[in-house]
């Protein structure tokens, strides 16, 4: 090391110097980017899982301790104290929002709740099979039709003019999707109900009869989407960031986002845990099984809900959530067999060496699926939960990246691994 700021990489007899990078809090990184063109050396870092792509003043992981804070303030307290709206605003802008600011945020994600009313035909297009990520990620993208004269990512006022836009459509667009797939006619949001009450408004009322929302239902999907809202460069949020780096709009971003979220090793994995949960219940309750199969390396299951990248300890997240299904049962003076059987499957794997040993702990999707379905949302809308609670991360990002002045296209190198050059054989000569 040749002082604090600068490590050096020697490769035979030369000598390179890296600078060191730190954050305010956390990890401290090596500055690579000069390396190749100094040395011809390029680094390899399959999944990332050690390279920073950008900094970042958003979100704040601790993962051996089990700590997450937006803003530099702590997830237990935001998920107790604060509403979706403001943890919206505070993750995009940067701090909690005084009382104008709030009122000005909530009343445009009012305003803004109704999609083009031609969008509605869209969903007749679908098969009534369809998964709703995937209407979803397609008429997030369709957003960017409508408003052809707010695209430009490096104009603030056009930004800001698209955020609440997004916010409030997004929500809308879900309750509807799944309103569509069970051929009960889309129901209008309504402007006087804050925002998780408008999303459960949109999702269950009829026409045919009043619909009084669950205040009980409606904080406890708040702190749900609270809890999801960022997570710093996950797979989806660096999706968003990736794709925002070649300069697509927002919406684009987001679609793109959204896709990302959906496979069962990120985001789908709300909707695997419960899926799997279900299986253990109708094999007799048997967790043993689903455990032993998920250390068998030649079966490819993994236990869903456990494990994760960042976490080597409790995900502070799916602490809040268990307590969380708790409370509302006792509330609701329910029982869920489905909470019984995760709770023993959790006791178990904490147990067992495999999991200890490589620091396997329930993560935020573990109980998150339980709480959907006490909530009454339906299995295959769970991702698009999780989609509608991290928007406000994925634009924060995407506003943060355009904002910041040192964004590049993203855009890894690779190490090529094929042939060195091949001849070309004309068809009739190939074997
Ligand atoms: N069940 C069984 N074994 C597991 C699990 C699991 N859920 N997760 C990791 N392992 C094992 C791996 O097989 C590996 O074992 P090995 O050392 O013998 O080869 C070891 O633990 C390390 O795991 P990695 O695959 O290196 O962990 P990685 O960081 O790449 O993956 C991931 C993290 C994708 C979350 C993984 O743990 C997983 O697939 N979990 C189940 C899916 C899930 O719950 N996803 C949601 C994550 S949270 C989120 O995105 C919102």
């Not at 009450?197 to 205040?215: I, Q, R, T």
């Not at 684009?252 to 069962?264: E, F, H, Q």
Request: aromatic share 10%; glycine share 8%.
């Amino acid at each position: 090391m040749a002082n604090d700021d600068v490590a050096e990489l020697k490769i035979g007899s030369k000598v390179y110097p890296l600078p060191i990078v730190a954050g305010t809090i956390g990890d401290e990184g090596l500055d690579i980017r000069k390396l190749r063109q100094d040395s011809g050396y390029i680094t390899l870092d399959s999944g990332y899982g050690n390279t920073g792509a950008c900094k970042s003043a958003i979100t704040f992981i601790d993962g051996e301790k089990g700590i997450l804070r937006y803003r530099g303030i702590p997830i237990e307290i935001l998920a107790e104290k604060s509403t979706f709206v403001e943890t919206s605003y505070l993750l995009i802008y940067g701090h909690l929002p005084n009382k104008a600011e709030l009122s000005d945020f909530s009343n445009k994600l009012r305003y803004h709740s109704l999609i083009h009313e031609d969008m509605l035909h869209f969903y007749d297009g679908y098969p009534s099979t369809a998964h709703p990520m995937a209407i979803l990620s397609s008429m997030v993208c369709s957003l960017s039709a409508y408003y052809p004269d707010s695209l430009d990512p490096k104009d603030p006022e056009q930004v800001d003019h698209l955020i609440p836009r997004v916010l409030s459509k997004l929500r809308t667009i879900a309750a509807y999707s799944y309103k569509k797939s069970i051929g009960q006619p889309v129901v209008y949001p309504r402007n006087s109900l804050r925002y998780c009450e408008n999303f459960l408004h949109m999702m269950f009322a009829v026409p045919s009869e009043p619909y009084e929302v669950d205040p009980d239902i409606a904080a406890a999907l708040n702190m749900l989407l609270i809890l999801h809202a960022d997570h710093e460069q996950n797979c989806s949020t660096s999706t968003v960031r990736l794709v925002g780096s070649s300069d697509a709009n927002l919406f684009a971003s987001i679609a793109a986002g959204i896709c990302a979220l959906w496979g069962p090793k990120h985001g789908g994995a709300n909707q695997a845990v419960v899926e799997m949960l279900e299986e253990i219940q109708r094999n007799g309750g048997d967790v043993q099984k689903a455990l032993a199969l998920s250390k068998d390396k030649d079966s490819h299951f993994k236990l869903m809900g456990f494990g994760h990248r960042v976490y080597k300890n409790f995900d502070p997240r799916a602490k809040v959530i268990k307590a969380q299904c708790d409370t509302l049962l006792g509330k609701l003076k329910k029982a869920d067999p489905l909470l019984d059987i995760a709770r023993r499957l959790e006791e178990e794997a904490l147990r067992d060496p495999y999991f200890a040993d490589r620091k396997l702990y329930p993560n935020v999707d573990f109980y998150s699926g339980v709480l959907y379905r006490v909530l009454n949302i339906p299995i295959n809308m769970y991702t698009v939960m999780f989609s509608l609670g991290r928007l406000p991360g994925w634009i924060a990002h995407w506003r943060e990246m355009h904002l910041g002045g040192d964004e590049r296209i993203g855009r890894p190198r690779q190490i090529y691994t094929g042939t060195v050059e091949a001849p070309y054989i004309p068809l009739m000569e190939r074997r």
